[in-house]
């Protein structure tokens, strides 16, 4: 008799359980199409009866950007003038040219070139001006308009016509879209005896082979090498099979790197390492900061909670969500967030806060906790945590605001015409800070402040409420000595501001190999890194539970 109360209760709790479960979901659907027809309505209205002429596409995609927006500044929506160039970079494998376009008024300038990329090759340079491709004109297009043209498929050719500095004469070079290969391992070598250095740029194709032949070839120059510094600075990720086989370099086969979950739990996978390693047992250093984003923290993140190496730098970005993309209807698609990974501990380094597209540091009390293999304590929801953790070099506002404008660029520019090659890289140091001071004097550079804008918004509000002329005076007074403090700022950061044109010449002419070479002849991080690897005692202390 008990048995069949209870049967009974059972079976009825089932049947409330899914009639709410059924109701819910009516419910939901319900609200679906009830907002659709809403907005279905409106959008009917306003093209009807709006006062001026609007474009419907256009009207459209500002509303789906918009809705998107409140999700993650990684689900997009692509329209079908758009989808040619997603295609290339998504379906057929992005056919890289080597050079990367910005837009400076109303010019389309080159503002990088890869090393022996098909760009590089063809004999074109930072600093030219991009007027047509394939005979269409860059006219009134974006930078990422451009982009998206410039790429296709690997082995087909594409025509640019460009204008280079100090020329009026338009030159026609004709260019062979390469592969995805790139220099993701700008540079490897010897930093001190028995310490080796390798820089990781991008987690593109074969990045896993080209840090794992890199160690090679360091403990090949070096018999006795003790400790490597992998850099993961300003590397903001890339492909998830690359992040898995560099941890593959440092960890043997068969460990769990990630796992990814989402809604669906029939989708959710894990990925292991699968191949031999390089070297289990050498002292690893890795080297973030907060531009470290998705492959990079998944990396530096396994290496931390399986006690493989010791992190050191500032919290990396944030990223760790796994999209993937839809077809939506005529020749549209949205890329969404499907899913988020997790690594060994656990625990998912997903910020939790956004504003204005950009994460939102959360305290650390916020953040759950999780255990690395040897049990120290990790914490998830906004990036990877250094085990030593290092205040960011900032550069000053004034550095930030010529590079903003372009100023350095522009300088730099007019600085190389007529110059085929400079002194070496090991020798090279600009000092005319009287010439560069005399370009500024020319330009229309504006160094407009946070400041400025708060005086501005003290004096509108105070004449709005009525406030006396003596309250406008002391305003006045203060910007004008805000005025004159911004006028010495260019003075006071000469050092500065000379060490951001050399670094901009020396990339021009030795590429990011050159520029990494040279930013680790004064790097703190470098620094801290190499004095860790040479405390053994102090390595394995950090490794230990406290």
């Given at each position: 008799?008990?048995?069949?109360?209870?049967?009974?209760?059972?079976?009825?709790?089932?049947?409330?359980?899914?009639?709410?479960?059924?109701?819910?979901?009516?419910?939901?659907?319900?609200?679906?199409?009830?907002?659709l027809e809403i907005f279905s309505n409106m959008y009917k209205e306003v093209n009807s009866n709006y006062v001026d002429e609007i474009d419907p596409n256009q009207l459209?995609?500002?509303?789906?950007?918009?809705?998107?927006?409140?999700?993650?500044?990684?689900?997009?929506?692509?329209?079908?003038?758009?989808?040619?160039?997603?295609?290339?970079?998504?379906?057929?494998?992005?056919?890289?040219?080597?050079?990367?376009?910005?837009?400076?008024?109303?010019?389309?300038?080159?503002?990088?070139?890869?090393?022996?990329?098909?760009?590089?090759?063809?004999?074109?340079?930072?600093?030219?001006?991009?007027?047509?491709?394939?005979?269409?004109?860059?006219?009134?297009?974006?930078?990422?308009?451009?982009?998206?043209?410039?790429?296709?498929?690997?082995?087909?050719?594409?025509?640019?016509?460009?204008?280079?500095?100090?020329?009026?004469?338009?030159?026609?070079?004709?260019?062979?879209?390469?592969?995805?290969?790139?220099?993701?391992?700008?540079?490897?070598?010897?930093?001190?005896?028995?310490?080796?250095?390798?820089?990781?740029?991008?987690?593109?194709?074969?990045?896993?082979?080209?840090?794992?032949?890199?160690?090679?070839?360091?403990?090949?120059?070096?018999?006795?090498?003790?400790?490597?510094?992998?850099?993961?600075?300003?590397?903001?990720?890339g492909l998830l099979r690359e992040a898995i086989n560099v941890c593959n370099v440092f960890i043997p086969a068969e460990e769990t790197v990630v796992t990814t979950r989402?809604?669906?739990?029939?989708?959710?996978?894990?990925?292991?390492?699968?191949?031999?390693?390089?070297?289990?047992?050498?002292?690893?250093?890795?080297?973030?900061?907060?531009?470290?984003?998705?492959?990079?923290?998944?990396?530096?993140?396994?290496?931390?909670?399986?006690?493989?190496?010791?992190?050191?730098?500032?919290?990396?970005?944030?990223?760790?969500?796994?999209?993937?993309?839809?077809?939506?209807?005529?020749?549209?698609?949205?890329?969404?967030?499907?899913?988020?990974?997790?690594?060994?501990?656990?625990?998912?380094?997903?910020?939790?806060?956004?504003?204005?597209?950009?994460?939102?540091?959360?305290?650390?009390?916020?953040?759950?906790?999780?255990?690395?293999?040897?049990?120290?304590?990790?914490?998830?929801?906004?990036?990877?945590?250094?085990?030593?953790?290092?205040?960011?070099?900032?550069?000053?506002?004034?550095?930030?605001?010529?590079?903003?404008?372009?100023?350095?660029?522009?300088?730099?520019?007019?600085?190389?015409?007529?110059?085929?090659?400079?002194?070496?890289?090991?020798?090279?140091?600009?000092?005319?800070?009287?010439?560069?001071?005399?370009?500024?004097?020319?330009?229309?550079?504006?160094?407009?402040?946070?400041?400025?804008?708060?005086?501005?918004?003290?004096?509108?509000?105070?004449?709005?409420?009525?406030?006396?002329?003596?309250?406008?005076?002391?305003v006045d007074q203060l910007k004008t000595i805000v005025e004159k403090e911004k006028a010495t700022q260019v003075n006071k950061y000469e050092k500065e501001i000379l060490?951001?044109?050399?670094?901009?010449?020396?990339?021009?002419?030795?590429?990011?190999?050159?520029?990494?070479?040279?930013?680790?002849?004064?790097?703190?991080?470098?620094?801290?890194?190499?004095?860790?690897?040479?405390?053994?005692?102090?390595?394995?202390?950090?490794?230990?539970?406290?």
């Amino acid at each position: 008799m008990k048995r069949k109360y209870l049967l009974g209760a059972i079976t009825g709790l089932v049947l409330v359980v899914g009639m709410a479960f059924t109701y819910q979901q009516k419910e939901r659907y319900f609200d679906i199409i009830k907002n659709l027809e809403i907005f279905s309505n409106m959008y009917k209205e306003v093209n009807s009866n709006y006062v001026d002429e609007i474009d419907p596409n256009q009207l459209m995609k500002v509303g789906i950007d918009a809705m998107l927006a409140t999700l993650d500044p990684f689900t997009n929506y692509f329209s079908e003038s758009q989808i040619e160039g997603w295609r290339f970079k998504n379906e057929e494998g992005e056919a890289s040219s080597g050079l990367k376009v910005k837009k400076i008024g109303l010019d389309l300038v080159i503002s990088g070139i890869i090393e022996d990329s098909p760009a590089h090759e063809a004999g074109l340079k930072v600093g030219d001006q991009i007027k047509a491709v394939n005979g269409e004109t860059t006219e009134k297009r974006s930078a990422e308009d451009v982009m998206d043209i410039i790429s296709g498929i690997p082995g087909s050719e594409m025509n640019l016509d460009v204008v280079r500095p100090g020329e009026t004469e338009i030159k026609n070079i004709k260019i062979t879209r390469g592969g995805m290969d790139g220099k993701n391992v700008p540079y490897s070598g010897m930093v001190e005896p028995g310490i080796g250095y390798i820089s990781l740029t991008t987690f593109t194709r074969d990045a896993g082979r080209n840090v794992a032949n890199a160690l090679r070839d360091l403990k090949t120059e070096s018999t006795d090498l003790k400790g490597v510094i992998l850099d993961l600075r300003g590397n903001g990720g890339g492909l998830l099979r690359e992040a898995i086989n560099v941890c593959n370099v440092f960890i043997p086969a068969e460990e769990t790197v990630v796992t990814t979950r989402s809604k669906v739990v029939e989708a959710d996978q894990e990925y292991k390492t699968r191949t031999e390693p390089v070297d289990t047992e050498i002292e690893l250093i890795v080297l973030i900061d907060e531009n470290s984003a998705s492959a990079s923290e998944i990396v530096s993140g396994v290496m931390q909670d399986l006690d493989r190496g010791v992190i050191i730098g500032q919290l990396s970005y944030g990223k760790g969500l796994v999209q993937n993309t839809f077809d939506i209807g005529y020749n549209a698609k949205v890329k969404l967030t499907t899913s988020k990974y997790y690594i060994p501990s656990g625990r998912c380094i997903q910020s939790v806060e956004y504003k204005n597209g950009e994460r939102v540091h959360i305290t650390d009390d916020k953040r759950a906790k999780f255990k690395t293999r040897a049990g120290r304590t990790v914490l998830d929801g906004g990036g990877v945590q250094p085990d030593v953790p290092l205040t960011a070099e900032q550069r000053p506002l004034i550095v930030k605001k010529l590079m903003q404008q372009d100023i350095i660029f522009n300088y730099v520019t007019q600085y190389c015409i007529g110059k085929d090659s400079i002194e070496s890289l090991e020798t090279f140091h600009y000092k005319d800070f009287a010439s560069f001071k005399a370009f500024l004097d020319k330009s229309d550079f504006k160094f407009e402040t946070e400041t400025d804008d708060a005086l501005k918004k003290l004096k509108d509000v105070a004449s709005t409420e009525s406030y006396s002329t003596e309250v406008t005076s002391h305003v006045d007074q203060l910007k004008t000595i805000v005025e004159k403090e911004k006028a010495t700022q260019v003075n006071k950061y000469e050092k500065e501001i000379l060490q951001a044109i050399e670094r901009e010449i020396l990339s021009r002419y030795y590429f990011e190999t050159g520029l990494v070479r040279h930013q680790l002849k004064n790097d703190p991080e470098l620094a801290e890194a190499i004095k860790v690897l040479n405390n053994s005692q102090q390595y394995t202390s950090i490794l230990q539970v406290k």
